[in-house]
T-cell receptor, first 112, second 110 residues
Framework: DSGVTQTPKHLITATGQRVTLRCSPR?????VYWYQQSLDQGLQFLIQ???????AKGNILERFSAQQFPDLHSELNLSSLELGDSALYFC???????????FGEGSRLTVL | ELKVEQNPLFLSMQEGKNYTIYCNYS?????LYWYRQDPGKSLESLFV?????AVKQEGRLMASLDTKARLSTLHITAAVHDLSATYFC??????????FGKGITLSVRP
């Protein structure tokens, strides 16, 4: 158990819908990262937050947004969902800007 | 833009034999990580390599880092079935962003 909690574990929804994925980092970790893993694209970095502020952006679509709240949990919002958004979404945390990432179990999103 | 390449992408290993897999990266970095992922599961941290020449060993796995060559190797000694998984390397780039390779899927056969 990495200490990073993600909910929901599985989510099935329809095209055009909107979903929110939630992540609670390890106790004391200030940085939260979101990654998307699909079969054809591998592990893609989406966005990073550090202590409530956006720190880095990767290949995140405009239909996707995220935030980190004062209690350090983070949410990833995916809207106008398309079939191609079906993937495993991982959240990871680390204490500061260095050190290894600790990954949650992931949220598997299926868009039908 | 930092690129991380792993090869081969798939490796079928025979039980009991030794193998080496590679991770190359394109820009200077002194921090490299190896992760393991079982199918449908999360990523588990294996090694953190923090400096040139760093070598870490855990069980049948040994990882090393050559920052001058921008290369890390993961050596597998006497492969066993339990080592079957996908192994990712990741490198820290700008803004502390961790960039992952595509992963190498190892399959150990009897």
């Amino acid at each position: 158990d990495s200490g990073v909690t993600q909910t929901p574990k599985h989510l099935i929804t329809a095209t055009g819908q909107r979903v929110t994925l939630r992540c609670s980092p390890r106790s004391g970790d200030l940085s939260v990262y979101w990654y998307q893993q699909s079969l054809d694209q591998g592990l893609q970095f989406l966005i990073q937050y550090y202590n409530g502020e956006e720190r880095a952006k990767g290949n995140i679509l405009e239909r996707f947004s995220a935030q980190q709240f004062p209690d350090l949990h983070s949410e990833l919002n995916l809207s106008s969902l398309e079939l191609g958004d079906s993937a495993l979404y991982f959240c990871a945390s680390r204490p500061q800007d260095t050190g290894e990432l600790f990954f949650g179990e992931g949220s598997r999103l299926t868009v039908l | 833009e930092l690129k991380v390449e792993q090869n081969p992408l798939f490796l079928s290993m025979q039980e009991g034999k030794n193998y080496t897999i590679y991770c190359n990266y394109s820009t200077t970095s002194d921090r490299l990580y190896w992760y393991r992922q079982d199918p449908g599961k999360s990523l588990e941290s294996l090694f953190v390599l923090l400096s040139n020449g760093a070598v870490k060993q855990e069980g049948r796995l040994m990882a090393s880092l050559d920052t001058k060559a921008r290369l890390s190797t993961l050596h597998i000694t006497a492969a066993v079935h339990d080592l079957s998984a996908t192994y990712f390397c990741a490198v820290t780039g700008a803004n502390s962003k961790l960039t992952f390779g595509k992963g190498i899927t190892l399959s150990v056969r009897p």
